[in-house]
């Protein structure tokens, strides 16, 4: 199998990669940079305009509040076997709003040195769909069992039909309020050539020109079916993925770049100012000795950062985003994704949707009770700017929070178990 992953945001260079069983291309980016450029001159230019303005109000970008984002996948599959599960999906949703929260357990890897620059979360909450544009309840997930064998299109070079049910696919969900990923088989019909995920840039994002991705791109992420998920059983490799793969496209989805800024020889920049320079991407390994480009980030000479998500990295070793990653993708969801977080918070899930775990009184006023059959998860809870306000391991069946402490207002309650993760709204009142 060859697998091309055509990330979407800005480019890189094509890089071959040897799998142990077969050959395959993980980013064609620098020919769509290309195909951009041609068609829309002047890109580039623009890209950093919206940095530059991010850059020069980071501080303020801090108290965004938290934002909920209602998530639609559309699956698709041509035969019974290649269906992926409900359980799969939900497990890539929780590693998704860990990973945008800093909440993965893998953050134990980090290397140290990183500590001064990771820890903040995204304060984005990923939600599969509760309800249908037209109001009819769903879980979130559409699924056709498809003739057709692959979604791959030789002339534009994307798989885009599979968003348009005229042409066999799965029409999206208004692209303003829901996230829409499609998980499908993204080959030319008889080819073997794939894109393990691509994702479109919030559209009018000022590092595109006006009009772009253009009418002929649906605005969402497209991920390979077997690249969907953590140790998805469609995988073709031993060493099957991590769910990482869209975490890096949610990124692109978000606005972030590539780590190297897409240029090599330490000439890149991806516009956030503490990522760690580099001279290319990673080459799917874990280089922990590399150090390719002279940092002076905080006056510290970083090594390369195979743990960031943007990189190439092996999906093992990706464990966080930078802070200035975190920050911008708020931003961005704030700025130029607003109608997500408008129609997704309007939405988050009542105390009354929580299963297992019961939460109240609501309003709490000094005691907040976590009730449960037994332990064995944590809370953590945010207020409305985004910030972390207290996180706790529970042990116990009946546990008790003192709030007295905290000022009044609305706050935000992550419930983790090892195999879930909701948010909850809860008030503290006196
Ligand atoms: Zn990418």
Not at 117 to 143: D, M, S
Not at 221 to 244: C, M
Not at 360 to 366: E, K, L, M, S
């Amino acid at each position: 199998m060859k697998a091309m992953r055509f990330l979407f945001f800005l480019g890189c260079i094509l890089i071959i990669h040897q799998h142990a069983y077969a050959q395959s291309i993980r980013c064609g980016s620098s020919q769509w940079i290309e195909l951009a450029e041609k068609k829309y001159p002047g890109y580039t230019d623009a890209w950093k305009n919206v940095t530059a303005a991010f850059q020069k109000n980071e501080n303020a970008k801090m108290t965004l509040p938290m934002c909920t984002i209602q998530v639609v996948v559309h699956h698709l599959f041509h035969a019974a076997q290649d269906s992926i599960s409900d359980s799969l999906i939900f497990r890539q949703m929780d590693i998704l709003n860990q990973c945008f929260n800093h909440q993965n357990a893998d953050t134990m890897h980090l290397r140290p040195v990183f500590g001064p620059i990771t820890g903040k979360g995204a304060g984005i909450y990923f939600q599969l769909a509760k309800k249908t544009p037209l109001g009819v309840i769903t879980n979130g997930i559409e699924r056709l069992h498809t003739p057709i064998d692959g979604f791959g299109d030789s002339l534009l070079g994307f798989p885009e039909k599979v968003k348009n049910a005229q042409n066999g696919g799965l029409d999206p969900w208004d692209t303003q309020k829901f996230m829409n990923i499609w998980v499908c088989d993204t080959k030319i019909p008889g080819g073997d050539l794939l894109f393990e995920g691509y994702a479109t840039p919030p559209p009018n994002l000022p590092n595109w020109p006006s009009g772009f991705p253009g009418p002929e791109f649906t605005d969402g992420i497209v991920i390979q079916n077997e690249f969907f998920g953590d140790r998805n059983p469609l995988s073709q490799q031993a060493d099957s993925g991590r769910g990482k793969v869209l975490v890096h496209e949610t990124g692109h989805y978000l606005g972030l770049r590539h780590i190297w800024g897409d240029d090599y020889q330490c000439q890149g920049d991806d516009g956030i100012g503490d990522t760690p320079a580099a001279d290319g991407p990673s080459n799917m390994d874990c280089d922990l000795l590399k150090n390719s480009c002279l940092d002076s980030i905080l006056n510290i000479d970083f090594p390369d950062m195979v743990e960031n998500y943007m990189d190439y990295s092996h999906e093992d070793c990706q464990n966080t985003f930078t802070n200035g990653q975190a920050i911008f993708i708020r931003w961005v969801a704030d700025q130029y994704r607003t109608g997500l977080c408008q129609a997704g918070n309007s939405l988050v899930a009542t105390l009354e949707n929580v299963p297992q775990i019961k939460v109240f009184p609501n309003p709490a006023q000094n005691i907040l009770f976590l009730e449960s059959i037994q332990g064995g998860y944590t809370c953590t809870l945010y207020n409305t700017m985004g910030q972390l306000i207290k996180t706790e391991k529970i042990h116990d069946s009946m546990h008790a929070i003192d709030i007295s402490g905290f000022e009044n207002g609305l706050y935000f309650l992550f419930i983790q178990t090892q195999t879930d993760i909701q948010m909850v709204k809860w008030v503290k009142a006196n």
